[in-house]
């Protein structure tokens, strides 16, 4: 079945600092890959998504590119901010349906 | 764009009684909403597919009798948990998906709900 795989957390930059959050996924077909954010207390936010290989999906200065060779979307940021801080979702839905499947989350924290 | 809103954000009941969860689109309509619960530090368990007019999926391991679903319209799905007991303590999130949107279309997610048993 599907899988998503993220690194685990939590995460502590400074501010200004350089984001990495590794994402893989495991799937049949050929899934559409999302990035989640949820803030404290409340529900999920969509930050971007990619349909495709070698798409790139960007949003808020966030970046991810879906390789399908290295079955991949990790989340980078170049220089993130205190607002920032939050739980990182990887998520991918199948080609037919609707069922998301999430990774386990990610939190970022950052420090000013 | 697209809104969900759930409700209510935050219930506090004895254990025993039952407490009914909201899920509305507010600017859309969706034949299909998902509820989600969500542990402490943990991602999100996928508990059922509500479906417009029709009965609700579970996924393995969710009792049905516990978790009544219930989606009587395009805008409306509703969750109600029945003789709650402490473990039922949990943050609920439902979603659903624009019925004009694709397949593979982002979900739009509501605030969730933090439900305690005491």
């Known amino acids: 079945g599907n899988s998503v795989t993220q690194m685990e957390g939590p995460v502590t930059l400074s501010e200004e600092a350089f984001l990495t959050i590794n994402c893989t996924y495991t799937?049949?077909?050929?899934?559409?890959l999302f990035w989640y954010v949820q803030y404290p207390g409340e529900g999920l936010q969509l930050l971007l998504k990619?349909?495709?290989?070698?798409d790139k999906g960007s949003n808020k200065g966030f970046e991810a590119t879906y390789r399908k060779e290295t079955t991949s979307f990790h989340l980078e940021k170049g220089s993130v901010q205190v607002s920032d801080s939050a739980v990182y979702f990887c998520?991918?839905?199948?080609?037919?349906?609707?069922?998301?499947?999430f990774g386990e989350g990610t939190q970022l924290t950052v420090n000013p | 764009g697209a809104v969900v809103s759930q409700h209510p954000s935050r219930v506090i009941c004895k254990s025993g009684t039952s407490v009914k969860i909201e899920c509305r689109s507010l600017?859309?309509?969706?034949?299909?909403m998902f509820w989600y619960r969500q542990f402490p530090k943990q991602s999100l368990m996928l508990m059922a597919t509500?479906?417009?007019?029709?009965?609700?999926?579970?996924e393995q391991g969710v009792e049905k009798d516990k978790f009544l679903i219930n989606h009587a319209s395009l805008t409306l799905s509703t969750l109600t948990v029945t003789s709650a007991h402490p473990e039922d303590s949990s943050f609920y999130i439902c979603?659903?998906?624009?019925?004009?949107?694709?397949?593979?279309?982002?979900?739009?997610f509501g605030n969730g709900t933090r439900l305690t048993v005491t």
């Open positions: 600017d859309f309509q969706a034949t299909t």
């Open positions: 509500s479906n417009e007019g029709s009965k609700a999926t579970y």
């Open positions: 799937a049949t077909g050929y899934p559409s």
């Open positions: 998520a991918l839905a199948e080609t037919s349906g609707s069922r998301l499947t």
């Open positions: 990619a349909t495709k290989a070698d």
């Open positions: 979603s659903a998906r624009d019925n004009r949107a694709g397949g593979n279309s982002p979900l739009h």
